[in-house]
């Protein structure tokens, strides 16, 4: 064990790298995603157990997971977990985290570096799977992956700098000194939208840092979940680090929140479930020794600004990247361009343009960039929001939708107020919302006027403009003269403001903190 240790402080020693995408012009690259995606197939429609202490357990109540460009195809049957197994599930963590807390921080490090480096060589299997469980372009999916890749490489380096040691001023006749210590059992709870690049980092951070958890993936992306499970069985995580549970978040959800051996909650999701999330933990039960932590990311309303000094053919290919891109389905995406009025008819003109010739269709296939809504319950939500858009605005492009699947047109609504519906809501779809401001500083006001704060983007030329919108534009994650999505692990730590969440910085230096609490040890000399 002693080497392995050794290895893992080797390894953090190397400066961490992005995981490059895979390049898939090059026809290695084609094949070997086609033949991953063969043989996943093969593998749909198994039956998939709850992991409890390392027992593997199937109930006779079982849930489909479904394809959905194919919502006849299943992915996989998931067993519904009860509130009693969402209890034993939290005891089984307890149980680990008294002995997982006493392994040093390289050993777990290590198994991180392991897991990395199994996905890595399952890579175009893990794309296959979010192709197939979630919709997922084969470059979307692929940015999927190589965001996990890079969460647990990241999270392990973190953890060894964590663990060592922190300047403090020393006064004479002491000893002082600083330490992280975890904070005990855990529930994940990560969304459907990057069941793989969150899900792990989730789940990753909280192992690493010596807590033990409970991981319930959302209920329609829970087969990625389960091939990570069989990742950190294979490097050898000991049974109970990492609990398995499947099922209803209305019913295990709020079990695992509110059980008193659960010291914090990580959550990615809706805005209305954060809330109740932070509600139900803030409220302390007979018997309860702690504040429960909530970590939680809850989605936006983020805007593409473009003033009249911005390279119009650039702004106008961010706001399709950054409004399409996923179908819409993240919450960084640009659902909001606002243009000020000098050059709102030549950039409306562009994404027009652009859009038109987005590719709808079967995702499996290379050349496809936009693909289905994630579920019934999305389609349903969406053109719902598309029918009081109409309303709202004027329809330039899209609107409609295609069966078997779940596929929805990208859509440009123009001509939207900043106060409507469509301009305020997340929609959590294919639908962009273009809304003219008079001048700089109206659209600097636009931008600011929603309940959120997760990401934004402002394309200019004038550099007092950007040091104004480094000050004014509140957001988590600011980006100019670029799309307002795509964050990388360490490069753009991820979170954000308002209703955004708790601005956790996900991917970034001070993320693990959230998941310890410091410990400061004086000894008189």
């Known amino acids: 064990m002693k080497n392995t240790i050794e290895s893992a402080v080797t390894r953090a020693q190397?400066?961490?790298?992005?995981?490059?995408?895979?390049?898939?012009?090059?026809?290695?690259?084609?094949?070997?995603?086609?033949?991953?995606?063969?043989?996943?197939?093969?593998?749909?429609?198994?039956?998939?157990?709850?992991?409890?202490?390392?027992?593997?357990?199937?109930?006779?109540?079982?849930?489909?997971?479904?394809?959905?460009?194919?919502?006849?195809?299943?992915?996989?049957?998931?067993?519904?977990?009860?509130?009693?197994?969402?209890?034993?599930?939290?005891?089984?963590?307890?149980?680990?985290?008294?002995?997982?807390?006493?392994?040093?921080?390289?050993?777990?490090?290590?198994?991180?570096?392991?897991?990395?480096?199994?996905?890595?060589?399952?890579?175009?299997?893990?794309?296959?799977?979010?192709?197939?469980e979630v919709g997922k372009s084969w470059a979307e999916a692929d940015g999927d992956t190589a965001e996990a890749i890079d969460f647990m490489e990241f999270y392990a380096h973190e953890m060894i700098r964590l663990a060592g040691e922190h300047p403090l001023t020393q006064i004479e006749g002491e000893d002082n000194e600083l330490v992280y210590v975890p904070l005990g059992v855990g529930a994940v709870i990560p969304p459907w939208n990057f069941p793989c690049a969150i899900m792990v980092g989730m789940t990753s951070a909280a192992f690493v840092t010596g807590n033990a958890a409970v991981l319930k993936p959302a209920s329609t992306s829970p087969a990625i979940a389960a091939q990570f499970m069989n990742v950190l069985e294979e490097v050898g995580l000991p049974a109970g680090v990492v609990n398995f549970l499947t099922g209803s978040g209305s019913t295990i959800g709020d079990a695992l929140i509110e059980n008193l051996q659960v010291r914090f909650i990580a959550f990615t999701g809706s805005r209305d479930v954060g809330l109740r999330i932070n509600e139900l933990a803030a409220k302390p039960h007979r018997g309860q020794r702690w504040l429960k932590r909530t970590i939680l990311e809850?989605?936006?309303?983020?805007?593409?600004?473009?003033?009249?000094?911005?390279?119009?053919?650039?702004?106008?290919?961010?706001?399709?990247?950054?409004?399409?891109?996923?179908?819409?389905?993240?919450?960084?995406?640009?659902?909001?361009?606002?243009?000020?009025?000098?050059?709102?008819?030549?950039?409306?003109?562009?994404?027009?343009?652009?859009?038109?010739?987005?590719?709808?269709?079967?995702?499996?296939?290379?050349?496809?960039?936009?693909?289905?809504?994630?579920?019934?319950?999305?389609?349903?939500?969406?053109?719902?929001?598309?029918?009081?858009?109409?309303?709202?605005?004027?329809?330039?492009?899209?609107?409609?939708?295609?069966?078997?699947?779940?596929?929805?047109?990208?859509?440009?609504?123009?001509?939207?107020?900043?106060?409507?519906?469509?301009?305020?809501?997340?929609?959590?779809?294919?639908?962009?919302?273009?809304?003219?401001?008079?001048?700089?500083?109206?659209?600097?006001?636009?931008?600011?006027?929603?309940?959120?704060?997760?990401?934004?983007?402002?394309?200019?030329?004038?550099t007092q403009r950007i040091e104004r919108a480094k000050e004014e534009y509140h957001v988590g994650n600011l980006y100019f003269n670029r799309k307002c999505t795509g964050a990388l692990v360490g490069v753009h730590p991820f979170g954000g403001f308002n209703m955004s969440g708790t601005d956790s910085k996900a991917g970034g230096r001070d993320y693990l903190l959230l998941f310890t609490q410091a410990k400061a040890i004086s000894t008189k000399k």
């Open 14 to 132: 190397t400066p961490f790298k992005n995981q490059p995408f895979i390049d898939f012009s090059k026809e290695e690259n084609r094949k070997a995603q086609i033949e991953a995606l063969e043989q996943v197939k093969r593998e749909l429609g198994r039956t998939y157990p709850l992991i409890i202490g390392g027992k593997k357990i199937t109930n006779k109540d079982t849930f489909a997971s479904v394809n959905p460009s194919h919502p006849d195809q299943v992915i996989g049957y998931f067993s519904r977990a009860t509130i009693e197994q969402a209890n034993e599930a939290v005891q089984a963590a307890a149980n680990a985290f008294e002995s997982w807390k006493r392994v040093s921080a390289e050993e777990r490090a290590r198994y991180l570096f392991a897991a990395a480096d199994l996905m890595r060589q399952r890579r175009f299997h893990f794309n296959a799977w979010m192709i197939y």
């Open 298 to 462: 809850m989605g936006g309303k983020d805007a593409v600004v473009v003033d009249e000094t911005a390279d119009l053919e650039a702004a106008a290919s961010g706001i399709v990247a950054s409004a399409f891109g996923f179908q819409g389905q993240k919450c960084s995406a640009g659902s909001r361009a606002i243009i000020v009025d000098k050059v709102y008819d030549q950039v409306l003109q562009k994404v027009v343009e652009k859009t038109k010739q987005l590719t709808i269709g079967e995702v499996t296939e290379p050349e496809t960039l936009i693909g289905p809504v994630v579920d019934e319950n999305a389609m349903k939500k969406i053109t719902e929001y598309i029918e009081i858009g109409k309303g709202e605005g004027r329809l330039v492009v899209g609107g409609g939708h295609h069966s078997p699947g779940y596929f929805i047109e990208p859509t440009v609504i123009a001509d939207v107020d900043p106060h409507a519906r469509v301009a305020q809501e997340e929609i959590f779809g294919p639908v962009l919302a273009v809304i003219k401001a008079k001048d700089f500083d109206d659209a600097m006001q636009i931008a600011n006027g929603t309940e959120y704060g997760l990401t934004g983007s402002l394309y200019s030329q004038d």
